[in-house]
Each structure stands twice: as structure tokens, then as C-alpha cells.
């Protein structure tokens, strides 16, 4: 009997779980698409499908094939300067966010490993060593030089400010470039780059603490925001770096975060689905986070996660949530 109810459990939670997606999940992320370009035109969705993760081959959650990349959506509020760097409208402004820049040089990579046509190599060339040129030479910071307000917590971020996550992202993009080039100079860049891992946010860092364990915030926002898939991208660009260079801090702070990775991820639970961050935690009272369109990058970098080292955690969730 009790395993009859067990399965009769399993196929409701399945046919609920059916219902969740086909009419809210599948029309939410179809919005994004075509109303938050700046963050869906780079992303592959398709989370059903496992992909093997390697250090300096393709990124995850990017696409592979640039067919039909930077038309329509890319197009609307994204443009590109005589150096072919991608800036972006915002209420009047032009700015470069160095997330948006490194996920194009990275989408840019991506093409060259699945083409081998190197015109894609010497154009994220060109974004590694604009990278090179914008790094802040005191703190090692790729600066979002603009004023934030998160709605998450309810707090605005004063600009300039750092993200744990643009970090990250530039680290992977200057690893590789650098795994392609050897020019020293990418590699210095990468590794200058950690020193706001060193810092709390409350010091100009990216670093917030989660009951004594560090996570990096793709926000330094008070409250911290605790934003899942930003902190599994800084993790990313981590284990890459010390892959790349065996530099001992990136190892450290890698296996400090994958630790606490492994222990809150079941807070990031929410049933069919995952949270997009613990503001409801950290800036309570608040209905949890759900971001339907984040949930299949969340998927693809649980993966990449536990390719580079396995976790009965990882894939408990991975299995749940797919």
C-alpha cells in the first residue's frame, strides 16, 4: 500500500509540476525574451538536456552556435562602439556593464571552439583587451560606474560597484583568451581580479556572509541578496582561474564557496521550482524570489558544478528540479 501511494504521489507532483510550467513557467520566460533582451538574447534555455562542463571550453548557459546571434532582441537596446564593444541604452545612458561585455566576449569564444573560425577569436580578443585597458588598477574591479536600485531588498547601490559575477565572467573570458594567445597580460588581468574577493561588500569586495560562510554577490547590496545563480557564475570563473594558473587564492576561495554552495542550496528550493535568491531571508518580510527564467541557468550551472567535483547535494537537486 504504501508503495502504491508513493507512486500516486509522484505522478501528481509530475502532472502539478506539468501544469506549473505549461502556464506560468514556458509564458514567463517567452516575456523575458522578447521584453528583457539585454539578459535572454545570450542565454540557452534548453535545461532538459545534460552538457559535460570543461575549464576553458565552452561556457555554460551561453549559447554555442551563433546563428541568428545579435538579431532582433540583441538589437533593441544593445549597440557596439568602434571597437566592436557592446554598450548598452539605459535610461538615457550609454554604459558598459562589464557582465553584458564579458558574456559576449564568452558567447564570441563559444562560436570560435564550435566553428573554428578565428574572426570569432580575434573579436573576443578584442573584449579581453578592453578588459585589460578598463580594469581599475588599485582595486582590480571591472566598475558598474552607475547607480543601482535593487528591488530585491529595497536598497539602492551607489556607483561605482562591483559584482562577484562580472568578475567572474571577465576571469573566464581572460583565461581563455590567454590559453589561446599566452600574452601574460590576460592572465595578470585575471588574476588582479580576485582582490575583491578578499573584501566584504561593506568594504568596496563582493564578499557577504551567509551564517559565517562567505558567498559572493553579483550585487553588493545591504541586505545582502544572496543571489544564486550570480554566486555560481563567480564560482565559475574561480575554479577557472586556478585551472588556468594553479593560483593558490582562486583555489581557496573556490573551495570556500563551493562549501557553501553544497549548504544552503536546499534554501534555494521552492518545490517544482528554485528561488532566484534569499531575499525573503535576508530582507523579511518578503514572498520568496521565484525567476522562472533564471531556473534553467540555475539547472545548467548545478551541472557544470558538479562536473568539476560531485555532490550527492548537487545532484539531488539537479534530478528534482530538471
Given at each position: 500500500m504504501k508503495k502504491i501511494i508513493k507512486q500516486i504521489l509522484i505522478i501528481l507532483r509530475l502532472f502539478f509540476r506539468g501544469l506549473y510550467r505549461l502556464f506560468y513557467a514556458i509564458p514567463y520566460r517567452t516575456y523575458m525574451r522578447f521584453f528583457c533582451p539585454t539578459i535572454s538574447v545570450v542565454n540557452d534555455l534548453k535545461f532538459r538536456r545534460s552538457e559535460t562542463y570543461s575549464p576553458l571550453k565552452y561556457y555554460p548557459t551561453l549559447k554555442r552556435n551563433n546563428k541568428g546571434f545579435l538579431k532582433?532582441?540583441?538589437?533593441?537596446?544593445?549597440?557596439?562602439d568602434s571597437?566592436?564593444?557592446?554598450?548598452?541604452?539605459?535610461?538615457?545612458?550609454?554604459?558598459?556593464?562589464?557582465?553584458?561585455?564579458?558574456?559576449?566576449g564568452l558567447c564570441l569564444?563559444?562560436?570560435?571552439?564550435?566553428?573554428?573560425?578565428?574572426?570569432?577569436?580575434?573579436?573576443?580578443?578584442?573584449?579581453?583587451?578592453?578588459?585589460?585597458?578598463?580594469?581599475?588598477?588599485?582595486?582590480?574591479?571591472?566598475?558598474?560606474?552607475?547607480?543601482?536600485?535593487?528591488?530585491?531588498?529595497?536598497?539602492?547601490?551607489?556607483?561605482?560597484?562591483?559584482?562577484?559575477?562580472?568578475?567572474?565572467?571577465c576571469i573566464s573570458l581572460l583565461c581563455r583568451i590567454y590559453y589561446e594567445t599566452k600574452d601574460t597580460r590576460f592572465l595578470n588581468a585575471a588574476e588582479y581580479a580576485l582582490l575583491?574577493?578578499?573584501?566584504?561588500?561593506?568594504?568596496?569586495?563582493?564578499?557577504?556572509?551567509?551564517?559565517?560562510?562567505?558567498?559572493?554577490?553579483?550585487?553588493?547590496?545591504?541586505?545582502?541578496?544572496?543571489?544564486?545563480?550570480?554566486?555560481?557564475?563567480?564560482?565559475?570563473?574561480?575554479?577557472?582561474?586556478?585551472?588556468?594558473?594553479?593560483?593558490?587564492?582562486?583555489?581557496?576561495?573556490?573551495?570556500?564557496?563551493?562549501?557553501?554552495?553544497?549548504?544552503?542550496?536546499?534554501?534555494?528550493d521552492y518545490g517544482f521550482t528554485s528561488l532566484y535568491c534569499l531575499n525573503h531571508y535576508s530582507a523579511s518580510p518578503r514572498r520568496p524570489s521565484i525567476n522562472e527564467y533564471y531556473h534553467p541557468i540555475?539547472?545548467?550551472?548545478?551541472?557544470a558544478m558538479n562536473n568539476i567535483k560531485r555532490s550527492s547535494v548537487l545532484e539531488f537537486y539537479i534530478n528534482k528540479w530538471r
Open positions: 532582433h532582441t540583441y538589437k533593441k537596446i544593445i549597440s557596439f571597437e566592436h564593444i557592446p554598450y548598452v541604452h539605459f535610461k538615457g545612458e550609454n554604459r558598459y556593464l562589464p557582465i553584458t561585455i564579458a558574456q559576449h569564444y563559444n562560436f570560435y571552439i564550435n566553428t573554428r573560425d578565428k574572426s570569432f577569436l580575434f573579436q573576443a580578443i578584442k573584449i579581453a583587451e578592453w578588459m585589460v585597458k578598463n580594469q581599475n588598477p588599485k582595486s582590480g574591479i571591472w566598475e558598474n560606474n552607475f547607480d543601482f536600485y535593487s528591488d530585491h531588498v529595497s536598497t539602492m547601490i551607489s556607483g561605482p560597484f562591483p559584482s562577484a559575477m562580472g568578475q567572474s565572467e575583491p574577493f578578499f573584501k566584504k561588500t561593506s568594504e568596496g569586495g563582493v564578499v557577504a556572509f551567509f551564517d559565517n560562510m562567505p558567498f559572493y554577490e553579483e550585487f553588493p547590496t545591504k541586505p545582502p541578496s544572496y543571489i544564486l545563480n550570480g554566486f555560481i557564475f563567480s564560482l565559475i570563473g574561480l575554479y577557472e582561474l586556478y585551472f588556468t594558473s594553479e593560483n593558490n587564492h582562486s583555489n581557496i576561495l573556490f573551495t570556500n564557496g563551493y562549501d557553501t554552495l553544497i549548504k544552503i542550496l536546499p534554501l534555494y540555475h539547472l545548467k550551472l548545478l551541472q
